[in-house]
């Protein structure tokens, strides 16, 4: 069974930082790409970042600069460091896996159930 478990969410103050984490079972790691996505009300959806199975990453504009995703592959764990925090980052976040980083955060590959990002 696929398990995608995010922590580390929280409120935060704009200029602070929070490390999120995702823990991950039932799917070969190594071989997806994994990444995070966010959602707010009103807003569109969002990846926010993504680690290929090549090591490769990708940010949005939006927060490039400021977060930084990274993983221990040995722990199945995925992170995502983010600093300079800003109240357009409040959002609930989720870890997301895909077959193709074109999957993560879309109907084709998994979610976690979501971790609340509050920037005041």
């Known amino acids: 069974q696929v398990q995608l478990v995010e922590s580390g969410g929280g409120s935060v103050q704009a200029g602070g930082s929070l490390r999120l984490s995702c823990a991950t079972s039932?799917?070969?790691?190594?071989?997806?790409?994994m990444g995070w996505f966010r959602q707010s009300t009103g807003k569109e959806r969002e990846v926010v970042a993504h680690?290929?199975?090549?090591?490769?990453?990708s940010y949005a504009d939006s927060v490039k600069g400021r977060f930084t995703i990274s993983d221990d592959n040995a722990k199945n764990t995925l992170y995502l460091e983010m600093n300079s925090l800003k109240p357009e980052d409040t959002a609930v976040y989720y870890c997301?896996?895909?077959?193709?980083?074109?999957?993560?955060?879309?109907?084709?590959?998994?979610r976690g159930q979501g971790t609340q990002v509050t920037v005041s």
């Open positions: 039932g799917f070969t790691y190594s071989t997806y790409c």
């Open positions: 680690l290929d199975s090549d090591g490769s990453t």
């Open positions: 997301a896996a895909g077959d193709y980083c074109d999957y993560v955060g879309s109907p084709f590959g998994f």
